[in-house]
């Protein structure tokens, strides 16, 4: 099963909440975090990382000496990545999204692929969960491809659980689509209730699953309440302001650590999630 933990916009509690459920479970767990632009899972699992690997993908070499300067390449890229210039091919690193469709269409066969960095995945366990994440170069856009390469590192043995980028653009798509179950964190004011809403959009058109849970759920309005209940999402837990948990975090503390009451909450919540994909 897959478990991915989203939420609209940042800073709701996601990582807290994706954490928490994957020690509380404890066992034939493993957690993925494909925040590769800021991943902070990790702060608080604490694992010990016994494998990192350079992360890369292919984009366009050009040899000159066969191009012809025909302008087919170019033509094709839909993202503007390769143009033939005057009497050069120029290739835009950054905007390639490395689909090859250049190297098919050249009748030269002068493109080939040469290797861009992307970041690092860093595998690693503490207390029987595997831990899975990727950290993308400092000023790359392109995580989607990291993000994939994250995910495939889910082992079909186990229980996954993913914390998903925050937002609700191409990375966040990309984390959701092989989840079994989307969980939304969100929180009970204006902004959380716009983003929830385009979150639970995201989740309809791939049509996944999908239930809440309200984080500091006794500091705002009723509305996230009633969208929830108008829509037919259920609010499958509760969280209230508690500054101990505030606290928690500051220090990179898991909640079941140092409230050990939550941890029946999140075996609850699992048992929630289990019976609605029955
Ligand atoms: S590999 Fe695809 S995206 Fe990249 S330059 Fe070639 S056609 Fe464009
Ligand atoms: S398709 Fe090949 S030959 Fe034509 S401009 Fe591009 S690289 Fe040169």
Same mark, same amino acid.
Request: hydrophobic residues 45%; aromatic residues 6%.
């Given at each position: /099963?897959? &478990?991915t $933990?989203?939420?609209?916009?940042?800073?709701?509690?996601? *990582?807290?909440?994706?954490?928490?459920?994957?020690?509380?479970?404890? *066992?034939?767990? =493993?957690?993925?975090?494909?925040?590769?632009? =800021?991943?902070?899972?990790?702060? !608080?699992?604490?694992?010990?990382?016994?494998?990192?690997?350079?992360?890369?993908?292919?984009?366009?070499?050009?040899? /000159?000496?066969?191009?012809? @300067?025909?302008?087919?390449?170019?033509?094709?890229? $839909?993202? #503007?990545?390769?143009?033939?210039?005057?009497?050069?091919?120029?290739?835009?690193?950054e905007?390639?999204?490395?689909?090859?469709?250049?190297?098919?269409?050249?009748?030269?066969?002068? &493109?080939?692929? #040469?290797?861009?960095?992307?970041?690092?995945? =860093?595998?690693?366990?503490?207390?029987? &969960?595997?831990?899975?994440?990727?950290?993308?170069?400092?000023?790359?856009? /392109?995580? +989607? +491809?990291?993000?994939?390469?994250?995910?495939?590192?889910?082992?079909?043995?186990? %229980?996954?659980?993913?914390?998903?980028?925050?937002? *609700?653009?191409?990375?966040?798509?990309e984390? /959701?689509?092989?989840?079994?179950?989307?969980?939304?964190?969100?929180? +009970?004011?204006?902004?959380?209730?716009?983003? @929830?809403? @385009?979150?639970?959009?995201?989740? #309809?058109?791939?049509?996944?699953?999908?239930?809440?849970?309200?984080?500091?759920?006794?500091?705002?309005?009723?509305?996230?309440?009633?969208?929830?209940?108008?829509?037919?999402?259920?609010?499958?837990?509760?969280? +209230?302001?508690?500054?101990?948990?505030?606290?928690?975090?500051?220090?990179?503390?898991?909640v079941?650590?140092?409230?050990p009451?939550?941890?029946?909450? !999140? %075996?609850? @919540?699992?048992?929630?999630?289990?019976?609605?994909?029955?």
């Amino acid at each position: /099963m897959i &478990i991915t $933990v989203a939420s609209g916009k940042g800073g709701t509690g996601k *990582t807290t909440v994706a954490t928490n459920l994957a020690l509380s479970i404890g *066992t034939n767990v =493993q957690l993925l975090d494909c925040d590769v632009e =800021q991943p902070n899972a990790h702060l !608080f699992i604490h694992p010990f990382f016994d494998r990192t690997e350079v992360i890369t993908t292919p984009v366009p070499a050009i040899d /000159m000496g066969k191009c012809t @300067l025909c302008g087919k390449c170019g033509e094709l890229c $839909v993202f #503007k990545a390769i143009v033939v210039v005057a009497e050069t091919v120029l290739v835009f690193d950054e905007l390639c999204h490395s689909c090859g469709g250049c190297m098919a269409v050249c009748p030269e066969k002068a &493109i080939t692929e #040469k290797d861009r960095e992307l970041g690092i995945l =860093q595998k690693g366990h503490h207390n029987g &969960i595997e831990f899975i994440h990727g950290k993308l170069r400092v000023g790359e856009a /392109m995580s +989607p +491809p990291l993000i994939k390469e994250v995910l495939s590192h889910r082992d079909p043995a186990k %229980l996954t659980i993913v914390d998903a980028p925050p937002g *609700t653009s191409c990375p966040v798509i990309e984390a /959701m689509k092989p989840a079994d179950f989307i969980l939304l964190v969100t929180e +009970p004011t204006p902004f959380g209730l716009y983003d @929830l809403k @385009l979150a639970v959009g995201a989740a #309809k058109i791939l049509d996944v699953p999908c239930g809440l849970v309200i984080n500091r759920s006794d500091m705002g309005d009723e509305k996230v309440n009633a969208y929830a209940a108008a829509e037919n999402l259920p609010i499958l837990m509760e969280i +209230p302001f508690d500054r101990r948990i505030a606290e928690a975090y500051s220090r990179g503390d898991m909640v079941v650590d140092v409230m050990p009451e939550w941890k029946a909450k !999140f %075996l609850e @919540l699992f048992e929630k999630i289990k019976a609605r994909l029955n």
